[in-house]
């Protein structure tokens, strides 16, 4: 089975932008999670979705969103970058009792 | 609300020791405890859980873990390190299956020869 794949893998961006970002789970899997990891906050839950639903939510604030379609394939958008947005964004999906990692989307925003 | 604590941002070994990885967490109701690697540019990978079945959970690598209730413990161990080992370790709990992971904050594992 292929894993999680997450395009891009780079991304840099200018505050005040915006980006999305895409995940192909697992073929089977219904619930893809959204992290963000950066050094001084580590591993921080942002979303995740399952049968195209918005299961959980973390503290994020409204710019951060996300969806997933019909194929389980999810996308996150963050809308009005700000500098503390750069980070390394990774994407879960679920099978029972494990998640399965994807490399991640490095987001740089200056 | 579930935590978790590592203790130790950084954990150094030399080759063929002993490798420790504390974790410790707090949850409300039975957990599931996980233990995930990350080499450097690369995203997570599941090293082994415990999802209340065995008390002593083996993974892939060598690497083991016990859990112990009394002591809200699942320290990571792997009897002789190796340089491959060197990478950062994450403890991580969830309170169902797939649900929302809850990360503790890492612990670098350094391996000198």
């Known amino acids: 089975k292929a894993g999680v794949t997450q395009t891009p893998r780079y991304l840099i961006k200018t505050r005040g932008q915006q980006v999305t970002l895409s995940c192909s789970p697992i073929s089977g899997h219904r619930s893809v999670s959204w992290y963000q990891q950066t050094p001084g906050q580590g591993l921080q839950f942002l979303f995740e979705?399952?049968?195209?639903?918005?299961?959980n939510k973390g503290n994020f604030p409204g710019r951060f969103s996300g969806r997933q379609f019909s194929n389980s394939r999810s996308e996150m958008n963050v809308s009005t970058l700000e500098l503390g947005d750069s980070a390394l964004y990774l994407c879960?999906?679920?099978?029972?009792?494990?998640?399965?990692f994807g490399p991640g989307t490095r987001l740089t925003v200056t | 609300a579930q935590s978790v604590t590592q203790l130790g941002s950084h954990v150094s070994v030399s080759e063929g020791a002993l490798v420790l990885l504390r974790c410790n967490y707090s949850?409300?109701?039975?957990?599931?405890l996980f233990w995930y690697v990350q080499y450097p540019n690369q995203g997570l990978q599941l090293l082994l859980k415990?999802?209340?079945?065995?008390?002593l959970v083996k993974g892939i690598n060598g690497f083991e873990a016990e859990f112990k209730k009394s002591e809200t413990s699942f320290h990571l161990t792997k009897p002789s390190a190796h340089m491959s080992d060197a990478a950062e370790y994450f403890c991580a709990v969830s309170d169902s299956g797939y649900s929302t992971l809850t990360f503790g904050k890492g612990t670098m594992l350094l391996v000198s020869p």
């Open positions: 879960a999906s679920g099978d029972t009792y494990e998640q399965y």
């Open positions: 415990y999802t209340s079945a065995a008390t």
């Open positions: 979705y399952f049968s195209e639903t918005q299961r």
């Open positions: 949850s409300s109701v039975p957990p599931y």
